[in-house]
């Protein structure tokens, strides 16, 4: 988001900037597809389209096409096998093409779209071309969608708005970590609890959402869904057992639990004995995250980002 505060913030100051954006990209490319970088007339430089000397260079050409009259959109070829015609200068290998779109005053109303989009959890697609850059409300199945025909005939579009959403319930310690950490990760972060006036809920600025619910309604506050991923680590035994209890059938990317593995043995114990199959334990994670002997909530936080991430990103396309 903060990209794009960054950009509206130079329009606003009745500033040009060019937008480089990594269209495409092939091999050990430095620059992958949905990279991005602002280059603004005062000189403010943010994002990457992959650094070294190719970022270099290219940074030192939007600078110079800023100051021409009517700046141009095109496409530019990088490939990094040292000095050859496209060539970046870079022996990586692979390949990367960069957009250059420049905007100026009239492109407000699109960066207030993206950012209004972002700011409220809806989802849009950002289209660019050869005449323009573009933001709509249409969705597209995945993350990114190309082609390029030619210098003149091509087009890139960018799934925009939080793809993934994770419903912590739980507002302790831990849910305030997890959802500083998830936050900056990416996803649309929403945290529940059944207690009013609890500090560490109320405190809790990360989170995009934040709801106090009885957890006997619990299934009616969790949308199902491939993108959605649930924590469940509230403070209690017997609470962690109902929320599960009622989650346990719907359709989830992802649902974990908090605890040891006494606890969770025992709650395991009783679910059964309750009709809860086996199978259906099993798809839990629990106890939630990676281990890594961590203590502390912010490192309970990092073990539970990189299981999720794990689960996320396997057999993404």
């Known amino acids: 988001m903060i990209f794009w505060q960054h950009i509206l913030s130079k329009l606003q100051d009745n500033q040009k900037v060019y937008v480089l954006t990594v269209i495409e990209n092939f091999g050990s490319s430095p620059g992958r597809k949905g990279f991005k970088m602002l280059v603004a007339q005062d000189g403010f430089i943010f994002g990457s389209v992959g650094g070294g000397v190719m970022e270099l260079s290219l940074v030192e050409e939007a600078q110079q096409l800023l100051l021409e009259e009517n700046s141009r959109i095109f496409i530019k070829k990088q490939i990094h096998k040292g000095h050859i015609k496209n060539g970046s200068g870079m022996i ?3 390949e990367q093409t960069v957009a250059f779109h420049c905007l100026n005053f009239s492109d407000i109303f699109e960066i207030k779209n993206i950012l209004s989009c972002l700011q409220s959890g809806r989802k849009g697609t950002l ?5 323009s850059i573009l933001f709509s409300d249409k969705r597209i199945a995945h993350q990114f969608d190309h082609q390029i025909i030619s210098s003149e005939d091509w087009y890139f579009e960018e799934h925009i708005g939080f793809r993934e959403t994770l419903y912590i319930v739980g507002g302790g310690h831990v849910g305030v970590a997890v959802s ?3 936050a900056q990760l990416g996803f649309y972060v929403i945290v529940i609890d059944n207690r009013k006036n609890l500090n560490t809920f109320d405190n809790n600025n990360f989170a ?7 957890y006997n309604d619990i299934q009616d506050h969790i949308d199902q869904g ?3 991923y649930v924590a469940i680590m509230t403070n209690k035994y017997t609470e962690d057992k109902l929320v599960v209890s009622r989650l346990i059938k719907n359709n989830y990317k992802f649902i974990g639990v908090l605890g040891s593995k006494a606890k969770l043995k025992t709650m395991w114990k009783a679910l059964l004995n309750e009709g809860i199959t086996r199978e259906e334990l099993n798809a839990i994670k629990a106890p939630i995250g990676l281990s890594i002997k961590s203590e502390t909530p912010e490192e309970i936080a990092v073990s539970i980002a990189a299981q ?3 689960v996320k990103n396997l057999n993404r396309k």
Do not use: A, P, R, T
């Open 92 to 94: 990586c290998s692979g």
């Open 127 to 131: 289209s660019l071309n050869s005449e």
């Open 180 to 182: 500083q950490l998830f």
């Open 208 to 214: 995009h959402q934040k709801k106090v619910i009885d």
């Open 226 to 228: 491939k993108n959605n």
């Open 308 to 310: 999720i991430i794990q």
